[in-house]
């Protein structure tokens, strides 16, 4: 917490007197120290789970929760990472745990191109829905995406189907009194017309899914896009849907923001006969 809280004063401090470059640096600096402290419960918690069974519900909703909140401290240190940085500046963190990246960015109804946010290179990101958009007109938001390099939930229940790609949180932070640090968590809930498209590489070569298959030759394998419901402490599919789909990474349609995963579904290819 004191970390987080050097962070937000360096912020909240420019007086006028210092330039706003330095007080990029020293902000990104408290940042980097800040995640440090955060990977570092992280990891110690992945393993105290990884030495021992959970034994209880009330175990593994425990672990989770912590599991939990050292994300969401994560995703604010990211977010305020970029309280002085210029509109469309990106910014990356790399941990043991963790790769961190967070984009500042001023929504513009009248722009019709949504590019992808997150990490640079690759396939990896995040298309915000039109109508956040639209809604957010005008005003500046940060969208951070953290891709977890362990696993750091523990379902409470037996439907821990296998991970086909590594798990990522990712969130859109706005400010709703004028602040240059955009702190607050913007919950917006979209509609399957207009989903969040969240785009997750496949983590293993040998376990990417065959999109070539005859009908009526039996069972195959077809991702499944799920995320982790804090409630529930478990990986759930409501809400989203496998928006598209290539050999190496699977876009997932989601009315929602959390921690999202790929997992391995059967599925039984029926024809529609039309007469």
Known sequence: DGAIELIGEIADSNDGNTS?????????????????VLDKILSRLRTSVSRRRMQSTTEAESTNGIAQDVLQRTEICASTALTFADTGETVAFESPSQSISATKIVADSEDSNRPRLGPAGGEEGIVLPQNLIDSQSGNPLTVTFVKNKEEIFVPSNSRNRARESKSVSTTVFASSNGRRRLAEQLSFESDACFPYLITLELSNASLRFNLD???????????SCEFWSVGQTEWDTSGCFVYDISNTSVTCGCTHLTTFSVSKDEILPETNLLT
Not at 20 to 36: G, K
């Open 213 to 223: 298959f005859e009908f009526d030759a039996g069972n195959y394998s077809w991702p």
């Open 20 to 36: 706003l470059a330095v007080l990029n640096e020293q902000v990104q600096a408290a940042t980097l120290s800040a995640i440090e």
